[in-house]
C-alpha cells in the first residue's frame, strides 16, 4: 500500500509540475495587466505542437528541443500582447476577455487545419526507461518533468526576486502609473510578461504532451485547470498558484485512482466551492484584493 501511495505521489507530483507552469504564467500575466488572459490553455497546446513539428525535422530528445520551444512561444506571447492586449487598453477588462478567447480559438483551429484532430506525442524529454527504488518505479520521463518543471519555477523566482529586470516587472504588476511615474517603461516589461508566461506555458505543453499526448481542443481543459489552481491558491499568488496546480493533479491522479475521475472531478470542484464560501480569497490570499 505504501508503494502505491508513493507511486501515485510521484505521478500526481511529475502531472501538477506541468501544471504549476501553466499556472504560473496565467498568474504573471495576470498580475501585470489585471486582465485574464484565456488563450494561456492554448499556448499550453501549441507548445506541445511547436515540439512535434522541431521534431520532425531535429530528431532530438525533448530535453535538447525545450529551450527552443521555450524561445518561439515566448516570441508568440510577446506577439499575443500586441494583438489582444496593448489595442484595448482603456476598455472594459471583458475586451481582453474576449479577445483572448478569440485568439485562443484561431490557434485550435490552425493546429487542427495543421496536424489534425488526432492525438499527438511529442518526443519524450530523456528517452524511455526506469529507475527501480524500494519497490517504487520511477520513469525517467516523469522525474525529467519534476525536475524541469522546479528549476523553471526556481529560474523564475530568481528573475523575480533577484534581479532589476525582476524588481521593474514587480513594479510595474504593483502599480503600473507609479512605477511610469519613477521612469520604467511599463509597456516593453507588460510585452516581456506575456512572453514570459507563453514561455512556460510552451515549456508545459512539451512536457506534457508525451505521456498524456496533445490534441488542437486540449487547451480548454488546461485553462480551466490553471483557472482552478489559481482559484485554489489565491487570485494573483504565485505561491499559490504552484500550490493550487499541485492539489489539482494530487485530486486528478491519487483520488482518481482510488474512486474514479468522474468522483474525483466532482470532488474537487466541491473543495473549490467549499475555499470559495470560506476563504474566498484562496489559501494564499492576495495583498490587494480587487482583481476583474
Same mark, same amino acid.
Given at each position: 500500500?505504501?508503494?502505491?501511495?508513493?507511486?501515485?505521489?510521484?505521478?500526481?507530483?511529475?502531472?501538477?509540475?506541468?501544471?504549476?507552469?501553466?499556472?504560473?504564467?496565467?498568474?504573471?500575466?495576470?498580475?501585470?495587466?489585471?486582465?485574464?488572459?484565456?488563450?494561456?490553455?492554448?499556448?499550453?497546446?501549441?507548445?506541445?505542437?511547436?515540439?512535434? &513539428?522541431?521534431?520532425?525535422?531535429?530528431?532530438?530528445?525533448?530535453?535538447?528541443?525545450?529551450?527552443?520551444? &521555450?524561445?518561439?512561444?515566448?516570441?508568440?506571447?510577446?506577439?499575443?500582447?500586441?494583438?489582444?492586449?496593448?489595442?484595448?487598453?482603456?476598455?472594459?477588462?471583458?475586451?481582453?476577455?474576449?479577445?483572448?478567447?478569440?485568439?485562443?480559438?484561431?490557434?485550435?483551429?490552425?493546429?487542427?487545419?495543421?496536424?489534425?484532430?488526432?492525438?499527438? &506525442?511529442?518526443?519524450?524529454?530523456?528517452?524511455?526507461?526506469?529507475?527501480?527504488?524500494?519497490?517504487?518505479?520511477?520513469?525517467?520521463?516523469?522525474?525529467?518533468?519534476?525536475?524541469?518543471?522546479?528549476?523553471?519555477?526556481?529560474?523564475?523566482?530568481?528573475?523575480?526576486?533577484?534581479?532589476?529586470?525582476?524588481?521593474?516587472?514587480?513594479?510595474?504588476?504593483?502599480?503600473?502609473?507609479?512605477?511610469?511615474?519613477? /521612469?520604467?517603461?511599463?509597456?516593453?516589461?507588460?510585452? /516581456?510578461?506575456?512572453?514570459? =508566461?507563453?514561455?512556460?506555458? =510552451? &515549456?508545459?505543453?512539451?512536457?506534457?504532451?508525451?505521456?498524456?499526448?496533445?490534441?488542437?481542443?486540449?487547451?480548454?481543459?488546461?485553462?480551466?485547470?490553471?483557472?482552478?489552481?489559481?482559484?485554489?491558491?489565491?487570485?494573483?499568488?504565485?505561491? /499559490?498558484?504552484?500550490?493550487?496546480?499541485?492539489?489539482?493533479?494530487?485530486?486528478?491522479?491519487?483520488?482518481?485512482?482510488?474512486?474514479?475521475?468522474?468522483?474525483?472531478?466532482?470532488?474537487?470542484?466541491?473543495?473549490?466551492?467549499?475555499?470559495?464560501?470560506?476563504?474566498?480569497? =484562496?489559501?494564499?490570499?492576495?495583498?490587494?484584493?480587487?482583481?476583474?
Amino acid at each position: 500500500m505504501t508503494t502505491l501511495l508513493l507511486q501515485l505521489l510521484l505521478n500526481a507530483l511529475a502531472l501538477g509540475a506541468a501544471y504549476a507552469l501553466i499556472a504560473l504564467g496565467f498568474v504573471l500575466v495576470l498580475n501585470a495587466t489585471s486582465a485574464v488572459n484565456f488563450a494561456q490553455g492554448d499556448m499550453v497546446m501549441a507548445g506541445g505542437y511547436v515540439a512535434i &513539428a522541431l521534431a520532425a525535422v531535429l530528431p532530438l530528445p525533448g530535453i535538447a528541443l525545450l529551450p527552443v520551444v &521555450a524561445v518561439l512561444m515566448a516570441a508568440l506571447g510577446a506577439l499575443l500582447s500586441l494583438l489582444a492586449y496593448f489595442p484595448l487598453i482603456g476598455r472594459p477588462p471583458v475586451a481582453v476577455f474576449i479577445s483572448t478567447i478569440a485568439l485562443g480559438v484561431m490557434l485550435e483551429g490552425s493546429a487542427n487545419a495543421i496536424f489534425g484532430a488526432e492525438p499527438r &506525442a511529442a518526443p519524450a524529454l530523456v528517452g524511455a526507461g526506469a529507475i527501480e527504488l524500494a519497490g517504487i518505479h520511477l520513469p525517467y520521463q516523469r522525474l525529467a518533468i519534476v525536475a524541469l518543471a522546479s528549476l523553471l519555477i526556481l529560474l523564475q523566482h530568481l528573475l523575480f526576486a533577484k534581479t532589476q529586470l525582476g524588481r521593474r516587472l514587480r513594479a510595474v504588476a504593483q502599480d503600473r502609473e507609479m512605477a511610469r511615474a519613477l /521612469g520604467i517603461a511599463a509597456a516593453p516589461l507588460i510585452a /516581456g510578461t506575456f512572453a514570459l =508566461g507563453t514561455g512556460l506555458a =510552451g &515549456a508545459a505543453g512539451l512536457l506534457l504532451a508525451n505521456e498524456w499526448f496533445v490534441t488542437p481542443t486540449e487547451g480548454t481543459n488546461y485553462i480551466l485547470k490553471a483557472y482552478i489552481a489559481v482559484t485554489i491558491g489565491g487570485w494573483g499568488s504565485v505561491p /499559490g498558484a504552484v500550490v493550487g496546480a499541485l492539489l489539482v493533479a494530487l485530486f486528478e491522479v491519487g483520488v482518481s485512482s482510488a474512486l474514479s475521475y468522474s468522483v474525483a472531478t466532482a470532488l474537487l470542484y466541491a473543495a473549490v466551492l467549499a475555499i470559495l464560501f470560506f476563504r474566498p480569497q =484562496g489559501i494564499f490570499g492576495e495583498a490587494a484584493q480587487a482583481r476583474a
